[in-house]
């Protein structure tokens, strides 16, 4: 069974101060990586995935994450955060043996300070 | 606006009450899913319908009920909830092969009093 962790449940920052948020997983096999937000009141939204090819992946909204093989790593970057980014980030990943399933994270909330 | 609409946003009931909640999408998807989001929890995969028939259900209560009368959309049939229901249930739905991921609704948070 695959499992994804996100280490940290907070992660402060200040404006326009550069972030990470890290994911790492279990799979023994190939995977779809993907990291969403979810603002207060909505439901999830697609920042961006890793399904084949070069392992840095660009999304909306300035962030980029970079895939690891190696160290079965995903993480979230930005190299200057907004207010407006603080939200909940949730990375999941979708083993190409387990059909549709995507395994979500606990969620990382990213807390934006001026 | 996702393409995927969920129907109420927001729903007080009652514990004998009986309500249902409403996802529909028209993205072309075959699949779709019901997630319960609970405060500090993670996601709860509740329900999973592939080219409509259910092919996940993760011990939930019998108090849910999904329906998914065709692929554009999915209900949860909702009765004598208890107050630990009380949650931002969300709606996903993907293609079958998920390599775009699933497209999520904004969710009904749900009020159990």
């Known amino acids: 069974a695959q499992s994804v962790t996100q280490l940290d449940s907070q992660v402060p920052v200040f404006e326009e101060a550069p972030v990470e948020l890290r994911c790492n997983y279990s799979?023994?096999?190939?995977?779809?990586l993907f990291w969403y937000v979810q603002y207060p009141n909505q439901g999830l939204q697609l920042l961006l995935k890793?399904?084949?090819?070069?392992?840095l992946v660009k999304g909306i909204n300035g962030f980029e994450a970079e895939f690891n093989k190696s160290q079965t790593s995903f993480h979230l970057r930005k190299p200057s955060v907004h207010i407006s980014d603080t939200a909940e980030y949730f990375c999941a990943v979708r083993n190409n043996n387990a059909g549709n399933m995507l395994t979500f994270g606990g969620g990382t909330r990213l807390m934006v300070k001026p | 606006e996702t393409g995927v609409t969920q129907t109420p946003r927001h729903l007080v009931m009652g514990m004998t009450n009986k309500k249902s909640l409403k996802c529909e999408q028209h993205l072309g998807h075959n699949a779709m899913y019901w997630y319960k989001q609970s405060a500090k929890k993670p996601l709860e995969l509740m329900f999973v319908?592939?080219?409509?028939?259910?092919?996940e259900n993760n011990s939930v209560p019998s108090r849910f009920s999904p329906e998914c009368p065709n692929s554009s959309h999915l209900f949860l049939h909702l009765h004598t909830l208890q107050p630990e229901d009380s949650a931002l249930y969300l709606c996903?739905?993907?293609?079958?092969?998920?390599?775009?991921?699933?497209?999520f609704g904004s969710g009904t948070r749900l009020t159990v009093v």
């Open positions: 890793y399904l084949s090819g070069s392992t």
């Open positions: 799979s023994s096999v190939s995977v779809y």
């Open positions: 996903a739905s993907s293609l079958r092969g998920g390599r775009d991921g699933y497209t």
């Open positions: 319908y592939s080219l409509e028939e259910r092919v």
